[in-house]
């Protein structure tokens, strides 16, 4: 495992190179992993973590208490928000899906005298059994975010939908990347564009294709699959 680790983040890492993307973050999903699986990754250079479920990410935030940016990635229900808030490795929520979860995270922020770094979830292609605003309800959301205090929304993020073909997957990137560059266009005053989290592990070559600049990998950092 230990050899495996180390050969698929050194190819993956390559792959930024060559696709001239030197600023991209790689973020190693924990979902299922054991403590010994995701040690093994920190110690091949990985500094960023993410985990889809809040009791799981309190608990490995324990196992590893320094030395790692944790990101929460996961559906977030309002009344799991403070603790998740109040985590002191906490580097950003990826997935805050609708206004009045941006609200609470928010206003539990301001309890706990913090700035929380976001993004805004969208549900790019509008599958039913996803969450995140739809493209064309987020502008009409914007004011208001711009308006809450101790959010800080740095970008977008997406899931595309599970294809065989990656390649079937970058229309839905693409119409990412052109929302942030509308977004972009009004002078907000605290709405940041400046992240696009996109890919996982069956995508995440056409994401940086398409400008990711965080991918989201599980399976390929962990499993024999295109180790070198």
């Given at each position: 495992?230990?050899?495996?680790?180390k050969?698929?983040?050194?190819?993956?890492?390559?792959?930024?190179?060559?696709?001239?993307?030197?600023?991209?973050?790689?973020?190693?999903?924990?979902?299922?992993?054991?403590?010994?699986?995701i040690?093994?990754?920190?110690?091949?250079?990985?500094?960023?973590?993410?985990?889809?479920?809040?009791?799981?990410?309190?608990?490995?935030t324990?196992?590893?208490?320094?030395?790692?940016?944790?990101?929460?990635i996961?559906?977030?229900?309002?009344?799991k928000?403070?603790?998740?808030?109040?985590?002191?490795?906490l580097?950003?929520?990826?997935?805050?899906?609708s206004?009045?979860?941006?609200?609470?995270?928010?206003?539990?922020?301001?309890?706990?005298?913090?700035?929380?770094?976001?993004?805004?979830?969208?549900?790019?292609?509008?599958?039913?059994?996803?969450?995140?605003?739809l493209?064309?309800?987020?502008?009409?959301?914007?004011?208001?975010?711009d308006?809450?205090?101790?959010?800080?929304?740095?970008?977008?993020?997406?899931?595309?939908?599970?294809?065989?073909?990656?390649?079937?997957t970058r229309?839905?990137f693409?119409?990412?990347r052109?929302?942030?560059?509308?977004?972009?266009?009004?002078?907000?005053?605290r709405?940041?564009?400046?992240?696009?989290?996109?890919?996982?592990?069956?995508?995440?070559?056409?994401?940086?294709?398409?400008?990711?600049?965080?991918?989201?990998?599980?399976?390929?950092?962990f499993?024999?699959?295109?180790?070198?």
């Amino acid at each position: 495992m230990q050899e495996t680790s180390k050969k698929n983040l050194r190819r993956i890492k390559k792959e930024l190179n060559i696709n001239e993307n030197k600023e991209v973050k790689i973020i190693g999903v924990t979902k299922n992993r054991t403590f010994e699986e995701i040690e093994k990754v920190l110690n091949k250079g990985l500094t960023d973590l993410g985990e889809n479920r809040v009791q799981e990410l309190l608990r490995k935030t324990e196992m590893f208490p320094t030395g790692v940016g944790w990101h929460f990635i996961g559906h977030l229900q309002r009344n799991k928000v403070k603790y998740v808030v109040r985590m002191p490795q906490l580097a950003m929520i990826h997935s805050v899906d609708s206004l009045r979860l941006a609200k609470k995270i928010s206003q539990e922020a301001k309890r706990a005298k913090r700035v929380i770094p976001v993004l805004l979830q969208v549900n790019i292609a509008r599958e039913e059994q996803k969450y995140g605003f739809l493209a064309q309800d987020l502008n009409r959301n914007l004011p208001e975010l711009d308006e809450l205090e101790n959010i800080k929304i740095k970008g977008l993020m997406t899931m595309a939908p599970f294809v065989k073909d990656p390649e079937e997957t970058r229309p839905f990137f693409a119409d990412l990347r052109k929302l942030v560059e509308k977004i972009k266009e009004k002078n907000w005053q605290r709405i940041k564009m400046e992240e696009l989290s996109m890919g996982m592990s069956q995508d995440y070559l056409v994401a940086l294709e398409e400008g990711a600049t965080i991918i989201r990998l599980g399976r390929i950092l962990f499993s024999d699959e295109g180790g070198i």
